[in-house]
């Protein structure tokens, strides 16, 4: 039996990610309380890290603001009370879901809007071709300039 | 308006479109992507009541920041780029800027060794050994520098090393600004 397929196995497995995730100890009196942090920590970026959210980085900010999280949640604040806390401090960014406010229109509208525009277009094109007459046969001077075409490249001209 | 002219008209509307887009990415290309803007600018100072570095029986509030235009710099003895900025701060001091320094998430005793080997700068140092002054400044790296105005307002933020380009281009202009509005 091969020894080394299943160290191999276990070696990958240690270096996947998600094994060197924050490992804090956070005790919770229920179980909903625990789903209530993680998903917190997992809507909540990391300021100093681009792009990663609080509960994935092991940067120290991260680790404080998981903690943050944490204390406040012990205290009895709502989750709203949490971001707001957070966004009063470092911004939007560090949410995953801008807010919807009149600076934000843009953001959250813009690409359906985009679509529509080009959509409105495309079927005012489409109007405009359609009532284009459709070609009829073609004239004598065309037809002439065909055969003369025709017998050039060596065709039957029908 | 003839039906060529229209349809040239429409046809350059994408190309227009596309050069405008162009140059926007242009000028994002020089924008840094980490730079996160501070929330506090025109805001006070955050309430808090801190323990001085060099004299842990004094408690610092933020009342004691007040009175002069000055600088609030965030350092650590474990990041480099204070060390980097450190002799432009000596600088400042000596030339009468008021600075007050936050020891950000560090340790007493190496921060006063390190302030006896490279010299010290600060009217006024904060520990903020747990970092909860830095959470309410909205500190996400050091070093950071703010600009106070007379009545603690923060008024700009420096993220990054504040060398003699930053204090010229960043500092003085605002604190010409500030001076000229008193």
Known sequence: MNARLPLLLVLLLALMPAAWAAIDVYEFKEPEQEQRFRNLIDELRCPKCQNQNISGSDAPLAKDLRQKTYDMMQAGKSNGEIVDYLVERYGDFVTYRPPLRPDTLLLWFGPFAFMIVVALLLRAWIKRRAREPAPTALDPRERERLDALLNRYGEEPK | ?182
């Not at chain 2, 390190?114 to 600060?122: A, I, K, R, T, V």
């Open chain 2, 1 to 182: 308006m003839s039906p060529t002219l229209r349809r040239n008209l429409l046809l350059a509307l994408p190309l227009l479109g596309f050069v405008i887009l162009l140059g926007l990415l242009w000028r994002g290309l020089s924008n840094d992507p980490r730079l996160l803007p501070s929330m506090l600018i025109d805001k006070p100072l955050p309430t808090f009541a801190m323990t001085d570095l060099k004299n842990p029986s004094r408690t610092i509030t933020a009342d004691d920041l007040k009175g002069k235009i000055s600088l609030v710099n965030v350092w650590a003895t474990w990041c480099p780029s204070c060390q980097i900025e450190h002799p432009t701060l000596l600088k400042l001091a000596k030339q009468g800027v008021p600075i007050y320094g936050v020891n950000y998430k560090d340790q007493r005793h190496l921060a006063l060794s390190w302030l006896d080997q490279l010299g010290d700068p600060y009217a006024i140092n904060i520990e903020d050994a747990a970092g909860q002054l830095g959470i309410d400044l909205g500190v996400y790296g050091a070093p950071e520098t703010y600009l106070l105005d007379k009545n603690g307002v923060i008024r700009y933020r420096h993220v990054g090393v504040l060398d003699d380009q930053a204090w010229a281009e960043e500092f003085l202009p605002r604190i010409r600004a500030i001076e000229e509005q008193s």
